[in-house]
């Protein structure tokens, strides 16, 4: 049975940095492209990054493009998001989720297979 567990989140000011990380177990993550979503309270979820099966590919949202940093280590089953220059909008709760569909629909919630529990990223002074 496939397991994410988020960890890393936090109280953070504005302009700081946070990085969180994905465990993953169950079978091996190189299977799966691995994303990040969030979701701040009274919103929908929405897609923040992912990387591709192999790492050689990943792709952001607009908001958090040139901020934010997705990468994965296959051989400790673990991906991470790098945050930086964050901002009081970037609040939210931060979920890790794993999925093995084509390309042009890494976007998409729905495509994704397993999800963590979610870690709270709080941007306040």
């Known amino acids: 049975q496939v397991q994410l567990v988020e960890s890393g989140g936090g109280l953070v000011q504005p302009g700081g940095s946070l990085r969180l990380s994905c465990s993953f177990s169950g079978r091996t993550v190189r299977t799966y492209n691995m994303a990040w979503f969030r979701q701040a309270p009274g919103k929908e979820r929405e897609f923040v990054a992912v990387v591709r099966r192999n790492g050689g590919y990943t792709h952001y949202a607009d908001s958090v493009q040139g901020r934010f940093t997705i990468s994965r280590d296959n051989d400790n089953n673990s991906v991470y998001l790098q945050m930086n220059s964050l901002k009081p909008e970037d609040t939210a709760v931060y979920y890790c989720?794993?999925?093995?569909?084509?390309?042009?629909?890494?976007?998409?919630?729905?495509?994704?297979?397993?999800w963590g529990q979610g870690t709270q990223v709080t941007v306040s002074s």
């Open positions: 989720a794993a999925g093995t569909q084509v390309m042009s629909a890494v976007r998409s919630g729905e495509t994704y297979a397993h």
